[in-house]
């Protein structure tokens, strides 16, 4: 099952439950009595004697716009309360709502079926469960590769403010990825934190390894500087650039290391200018015979070499390029499986050809690529962003020493999109007050009055905890699993009592019988939602009437249960409520800002997350700043996030940082990406360097 210690002798049978029918969801943290069955009856029937255009639906702004963005007609809502299963849930400040699903479209709407909130495709929708993320191992060594492109074109002298192209990519290289995680290493104290080195090839004719393995110090940024004023030559050939990368990488293999690469081009491949055809011609470089006689294209550049076929030939030795580099980048994914990320970044003339650094991209597990054209800032933000993913390696992935339990079969996507299903007994851990063997102690949350975790009972008709023994998603520290309160119908059989949860579990062996760990976790939310009500009241008074503005976090419980097949006997989960909605990060806890997004607000409403985020710096007075800002959206609710970030500035070395919290790096790396707006000078806002 994944908690069982084999050292132990084996428990008794599990008690087992299914995935019932969503009962009526309660406010949240409020306990009520399911609703009246006469009330569903009587909804249902009005509806089904109303034909489907006739059907009331009260639209405001959000709802239209998110529905012209996603394609989803007016008809296809009605049609969704019509026909559609109605599931009723919570809202994010504990509202009653309805979520009609039919015909692949969820929607939200008030009590009576008669305001429009919200709407997605399914397939768009992520499972509303927040973000998945199929990470491999946790807290490895992180080898970061740089192959950059030293061709002759980056000589070109048309980037703002830098000597060449050549100087505006290892300057900002040393900007953005070396000094950022440099002052990480050396000023996170007391972090659990991962190790890092770097490589780098050269990419023009033929590739070489300039640096091997070094670390992060100021020698290097000293030496990024140096190769910044170094010219570029030749073409730029790709396919002996990722066979350095591929020969570089191969004693990484078998060793528990994170390759993150950087493949920096200002131009497409040019390897087929050496190649030869089938015929045995090299139909890619210039007639000498017709140079010397001085004899051009119409076009006015050289004719090239011909052979039998040589249009066919030219087109089939650029393809064989692109087959060449997909070959490569699927042979590492195929060696390093998920624990290699490779972005491809185009930082050139925009006009030109990028197909194959998409292509790239594209074939790789993990992959990302980025046209930037020559803006200096374009090329910045990139790298700074890219930058977080070994940022997230080092510190929220950074194991600290602990023990990795062992890894679980994972949710399909799928079977998250299938409701009212039966589950076998195997799929469910179910706690009950009255097992003896697999008992539900208690259920806790943080109050902040009292700083204290306080006992809450379960829902009236509930007597029991289920949990899913397949996650659906894994992040960094945790993974998450459905989980919902239920109620024993008959003999290990259970039904839904509460509205549905996600359950989430520490990645490490140590952690899951640490209740420190999981208490920690909720104290944050607790800490945030006490802050996000003041947020709120004090944006009331400059901007009334905008429930789109208001922030909280979901409500988080820690419940107590004791499990023979663990080997402490007893362990802790964390849960709290579903969210329903397009999932966004609006900012994580190294300082990347997201932009607008077409499925989140615009405006000055964008600005809300990151003025937070500031907000909670300020009224600490620099002490604490709230970061990693996710969760759902709508123009009724405003923002739900969880799962905050907490850096915290001390100067004593007893304090034992989470592995979220960078402190003042974290504090500094965010005011760096943040440009106050209108919205932080109304609300008062100090500056970091103010405090």
Known sequence: HGRLDHNLQAPPPRRGGMMPRPAFTPQLGELVEEPDGDEIDALSDQLSTLKTDKITIISHNHGRERRGERGISRRALQEAIKYGRHEEVVGPLGQRRWKCMYNGV??????????????????????????????????????????????????????????????????????????????????????????????????????????NRVPIDKALCAKFEALGRESGYSHGHYVPALDELCRL????????????????????????????????????????????????HRSGRHILQECATPRDCRQALKRRTILECQKAVRELGDKFDDRITINTIAFGDPKLDYSVLEEMAKVAQKGSFQKLGLGIMELRAALSTLSTTVTTLLTAGGSGGLTLRQPREMESKESLQVQDTRM???????????????????????????????????????????????????????????????????????????????????????????????????????????????????????????????????????????????????????????????????????????????????????????????????????????????????????????????????????????RTDKGEVGMRAFFESHICSDLCRDLGLRRFEDL
């Open 106 to 211: 969820s929607y939200i709407t008030d009590e009576k079926k008669r305001h429009e909130i919200t709407s997605w495709k399914s397939e768009d929708n992520r499972a509303a469960f927040g973000p998945v993320d199929y990470g491999g191992l946790v807290g490895c060594h992180v080898h970061i590769v740089l192959v950059v492109g030293h061709s002759g074109s980056m000589r070109n002298n048309d980037v703002a403010g830098y000597a060449d192209r050549t100087q505006a990519v290892y300057e900002t290289l040393m900007r953005e990825l070396l000094v950022p995680h440099l002052e990480l290493l050396t000023s996170a104290r007391g972090a659990a934190m991962g190790s890092v080195d770097i490589s780098l090839i050269v990419m023009n004719r033929t590739s070489r390894v300039l640096l």
């Open 249 to 296: 990488l191969s004693d990484d293999v078998p060793r528990c290391v994170h390759p993150v690469v950087f493949f920096v081009s200002d131009g497409a491949p040019s390897d087929h200018i050496d190649q030869e055809c089938d015929h045995g011609v090299h139909v890619w470089q210039t007639d000498e015979a017709a140079r010397r006689a001085g004899r051009v």
């Open 424 to 658: 076998t007994l195997a799929d469910w851990w179910v706690y009950t007050q009255t097992d003896e063997n697999y008992t539900l102690v208690k259920k806790e949350k943080y109050d902040f009055h009292t700083r204290k975790f306080v006992s809450v009972p379960l829902h009236p008709s509930a007597t029991a905890v289920a949990f899913s023994q397949k996650p659906f998603a894994q992040g960094a520290e945790r993974t998450a699993s459905r989980c919902v309160e239920v109620r024993e119908v008959e003999d290990n059989t259970y039904v839904a009592a509460g509205y549905p949860l996600v359950g989430k579990e520490t990645l490490f062996q140590e952690e899951m019988v640490d209740a420190r760990f999981h208490k920690k976790v909720a104290k944050i939310h607790g800490e945030g939602n006490a802050l996000a009500r003041k947020f709120n009241e004090r944006l009331a008074k400059i901007y009334p009437n905008r429930p789109d503005f208001k922030v909280c976090f979901s409500e988080c419980w820690v419940y107590t249960v004791k499990d023979p097949q663990t080997q402490t006997g007893t362990i802790w989960i964390l849960a709290e409520p579903r969210l329903d909605g397009r999932w966004i990060k609006w900012n994580n806890n190294a300082g990347l800002v997201a932009d607008e997004s077409p499925d989140g607000p615009t405006g000055i409403c964008l600005q809300i997350p990151q003025a937070f985020s500031h907000f909670t710096y300020s009224l600490s007075e620099g002490r604490q700043l709230f970061c990693d800002c996710q969760g759902v959206w709508n123009s009724t609710d405003g923002f739900c996030l969880t799962d905050p970030a907490k850096h915290i500035r001390v100067d004593s070395r007893r304090h034992q940082r989470a």
